[in-house]
């Protein structure tokens, strides 16, 4: 394996780890939330009030501010030092911030006056905007450690700040555990409990991000005077702007699919919001860590115009995701049930909900390969400070996702919003990659594509021989165990050792690459 290759799967590695432990905290989070709020209409209330902070975070933290900080602050890295890095985030910091502020004081006014008007409205729209004014400053506080998370990125820091996003699932737990229970009887108060720890979380993840810059030398000052004229606020308002939608393509559609699903039922948008949870978990594990390297990667390369370092960088990232992520797609598609079952059945979670939340996440499974290889493919542009690129492609995606919500969303209900969601994410990566290809040349698609088609029939290999693993267990359950679990279990771990396996055997490069890693940290 050449150093290139290496260093992007050893700090993609890195800050899977960390996310691993994020996102196995989430799905404890998650199995606690629909155990004791359930999924009706104050979990559809709670799913939609957190939803607004949390698209604030993926377009001004993590998204597209996030994206087109790193290349700025990798070639202020690399052609100037690191003051000069420290100044411009002093600069971004401050303009960031008054923009925060502005918006979480708009939102949660707006919110607040809006109420008294709302009592004829259905019982979850008015407690979404009851929580509204207690998550809104948690917008603040997430979208300023995001852009702190790009600049540690790149400094080539990945694993602490993955580590700072650990707080608010371990915050939220404590609240659930110990909390929760002293409002069993007033469900709405459990809602604004839990509204405060995310608020707490947000201060706590600050306190640590601020600590790790003050090590690196790289904590801002304060300043405001003059900062909308610095020219590192030009560079990167005219980097953002169309990247907003561009980079958050899939955060986007999500809201979207949620706000038409509170047409639907009760129970449609927790059943979408559920689902979207256990999807995620590959996504945050696998693309998200390895999406983040990438564009470190690709924008260094960029800053050297060594395309030829950026196309290989490219094409072994893009191997490597749909190595992890397709064997996790035709897995969950056929184990959809038993996996609901695990992590969410009990409670006031029943056989309704989970059947609600089965047909979603059916849909959503098919696009896993689609959702993370696209934060692959749009730092591709991103790392070449092209954002407009990718925002005209999801503008024309993000209409095609919506006509196809108008049509599918009556007959498969929240099923037919998922899909919708997945034809659109395979529409943009498709339409991303052929206009790569035209301006980049060869992007090695010839080698991709048997790539996959490899990983993809390991894959099925694999699972028919899994399926009948389950079907053999399956009668196995313990009282005292979550439903499914043991099963499930016996089956996943028998998928992933023959996938491994299989995929060593038949000679596999991405396998061997991984396996070469393990030694090395050994």
């Known amino acids: 394996m050449t150093e290139r290759k290496h260093n992007l799967i050893r700090h993609s590695s890195g800050v899977s780890l960390a996310t691993i432990v994020s996102r196995i905290l989430g799905l404890a989070r998650e199995m606690l939330l629909s155990r004791i709020i359930g999924g009706g209409e104050f979990m559809t209330a709670w799913a939609m009030g957190f939803m607004i902070p949390n698209l604030l975070r993926r377009l001004l933290g993590e998204g597209a501010l996030g994206t087109a900080l790193v290349p700025i602050m990798t ?46 409205a259905p019982a979850r729209v008015l407690m979404t905007f009851k929580l509204l004014p207690i998550l809104m400053p948690y917008s603040f506080f997430i979208c300023i450690i995001g852009v702190f998370g790009s600049v540690m990125n790149s400094m080539n820091r990945y694993f602490l700040p993955a580590v700072a996003s650990i707080t608010l699932n371990l915050v939220m737990i404590l609240c659930l555990l110990f909390v929760c229970p002293y409002y069993s009887s007033s469900p709405m108060d459990m809602l604004y409990a839990l509204s405060v720890s995310v608020l707490v979380s947000g201060v706590l993840q600050l306190a640590m991000m601020l600590w790790m810059l003050e090590k690196d030398g790289m904590l801002p000052s304060i300043r405001f005077s003059g900062i909308f004229s610095e020219p590192v606020v030009k560079e990167l308002y005219h980097l953002t702007l169309p990247g907003i939608i561009g980079a958050s393509f899939l955060q986007i559609s999500f809201v979207i699919d949620r706000t038409m699903a509170c047409y639907i039922s009760d129970y449609a948008v927790p059943a979408l919001y559920f689902s979207d949870r256990l999807i995620d978990l590959p996504i945050g594990v696998f693309a998200v860590a390895m999406g983040s390297v990438v564009l470190t990667d690709l924008s260094r390369y960029a800053a050297k115009n060594d395309i030829a370092g950026m196309l290989s960088s490219f094409k072994h990232a893009m191997e490597n995701i749909f190595f992890l992520c397709i064997p996790v ?176 055997v038949f000679e596999s490069p991405e396998a061997k690459d991984w396996l070469k890693l393990l030694r090395l940290r050994k």
Request: with cysteine.
């Open 329 to 504: 797609a035709v897995f969950t598609l056929v184990f959809s049930k038993p996996l609901v079952h695990v992590f969410y059945y009990g409670g006031k979670f029943g056989d309704r909900e989970v059947a609600e939340t089965v047909w979603a996440m059916l849909f959503y499974a098919l696009g896993i390969p689609a959702f993370s290889a696209i934060k692959i493919i749009v730092s591709g542009f991103n790392a070449r400070k092209d954002m407009k690129t990718p925002v005209k492609v999801a503008v024309f995606c993000i209409v095609i996702n919506i006509i196809l919500n108008l049509i599918l969303m009556w007959p498969l209900k929240q099923g037919g919003i998922a899909l919708s969601t997945t034809i659109c994410s395979f529409l943009n990566c498709s339409i991303l990659l052929y206009l790569l290809r035209k301006e980049l040349g060869n992007i090695h698609l010839s080698q991709i594509i048997p790539s996959t088609l490899r990983t993809t029939a390991i894959a099925l290999y694999a699972l028919a021989i899994s399926y009948f693993v389950y079907l053999y267990t399956v009668s196995i359950q313990i009282s005292f165990l979550p439903r499914d679990i043991v099963p499930l279990t016996v089956t996943g771990s028998v998928f992933v050792v023959l996938y491994l396996v299989v995929s060593v």
């Open 75 to 120: 070639y202020t890295f690399e052609r100037e030092n690191k003051e000069s890095a420290r100044k411009k985030l002093t600069v971004i910091t401050a303009v960031l911030g008054l923009i925060l502020a502005a918006i979480c004081i708009i939102v949660s006014m707006a919110s607040l006056l809006a109420i008294p008007f709302l009592h004829s």
